[in-house]
């Protein structure tokens, strides 16, 4: 087995999806700080942006969607107990979970306890088409509270954030990781700190309360992963960190040739 440090020694390229692991990489490996590029891993947006597009918003008012494993990076704990307070409130929203996992009898048993059954809904995994449905026409808010595992783990820069923003949805969402480098505080969503249902809770009743809001954010969402996260975009970033390793862009290039003859 090669000695993971030995990588970044022999590496001419080192390229990874966040600034936040970049600096970490840079930090850890100084010798190999000049070859760490950032490239964000990119996604079609399209078929995100017709839907929304196309869709009919009249049940969007008040939902909360959430997407993931249900783990505990994702959250969801500290986002039932932010549901918890928003009811206390009084304030009408739905919330819906997509995703199985290994706290799914956790996570139900959380929702009972804090009797929360007629508006927090755990629905299991869902394909895609169901989940962009439900982002474009029955979602105000897009929420994914990420938190850091007991044995160090985060997500680093979740894919649901993106689609989200394709789908022109402000998301609320926490300072972790990469995710600050997705949704711009104050501009496509809101953020706080990891682990503050206190928070997390005030700022989905601040979106919840201000449609108007919601949807200047979640213009500026999508901007925000039209100039960053569209494949297009992605992929000549990292055509470009190739070409800027001499050698490395004409070496590749006629590897593709000689396996196409």
Not at 117 to 122: A, F
Request: aromatic share 4%.
């Amino acid at each position: 087995t090669v000695p993971f440090a030995s990588l970044f020694d022999e590496a001419a390229l080192v390229v990874t999806v966040s600034d936040y692991t970049a600096n970490q990489l840079r930090e850890r490996f100084p010798q190999a700080a000049p070859r760490v590029r950032r490239v964000y891993n990119g996604m079609d947006l399209e078929p995100f942006k017709v839907a929304r597009a196309e869709a009919r918003r009249d049940a969007a008012p008040g939902g909360i969607l959430s997407v993931g494993r249900l783990i505990e990076k994702k959250g969801y704990e500290d986002l039932i107990e932010a549901c918890a307070i928003l009811r206390d409130q009084g304030l009408a929203f739905r919330c819906r979970i997509v995703g199985d996992g290994p706290l799914e009898a956790k996570l139900k048993a959380q929702i009972a306890d804090l009797q929360l059954d007629s508006s927090v809904q755990l629905t299991g995994p869902l394909g895609i088409d169901e989940i962009r449905r439900r982002l474009v026409e029955e979602t105000q808010i897009f929420a994914l509270a990420c938190a850091t595992e007991s044995d160090g783990g985060k997500d680093n820069l979740p894919t649901v954030l993106m689609e989200a923003m394709a789908a022109s949805l402000p998301c609320v969402s926490t300072k972790l990781a990469g995710v600050p480098e997705m949704v711009v505080d104050g501009v496509t969503g809101l953020l706080c700190g990891e682990r503050d249902p206190q928070t997390f809770a005030a700022h989905l009743a601040t979106l919840l309360a201000d449609p108007a809001k919601c949807e200047a954010m979640g213009r500026a969402g999508l901007q925000h992963a039209e100039q960053h996260f569209a494949r297009e975009v992605t992929g000549k970033a990292l055509q470009q960190s190739f070409k800027e390793v001499e050698g490395l862009w004409r070496r590749l290039t006629t590897r593709q040739l000689r396996h196409r003859v």
